[in-house]
């Protein structure tokens, strides 16, 4: 997924505005994702998993992720196919739990 970069460029918008229209008028757009960045990783999994059946006949049956993202939720109510199994690695869950636990000063 591709974000926009243009939009470091309206740091200059006040202070040269000739510059910054030269860039927004000469600018090629490769933004290919319109939703908010939170939705992004779950929207690149489903397609990685819709594209793989499709472009190689290949299907994933496994899903391992850190459980604190928001891929899950949608992978449970969006099912690119049945047989995936979702696994959470344990290991950064404790991780950030620890991390956590030290910050607060449990």
Known sequence: MIVCSVLGALSIKKSDPAKYDKIIKSHRCEKNYEKSS???ESAAILIMFK???SKYGVYYTKYVGDGDSK???VLSKIVPYPGIIYIFDLRIFFSKLKYALTVLQF
Do not use: K
Request: proline share 11%.
């Open 51 to 53: 594209r793989s059946v």
């Open 71 to 73: 891929t899950f939720p």
């Open 38 to 40: 939170g939705t992004m």
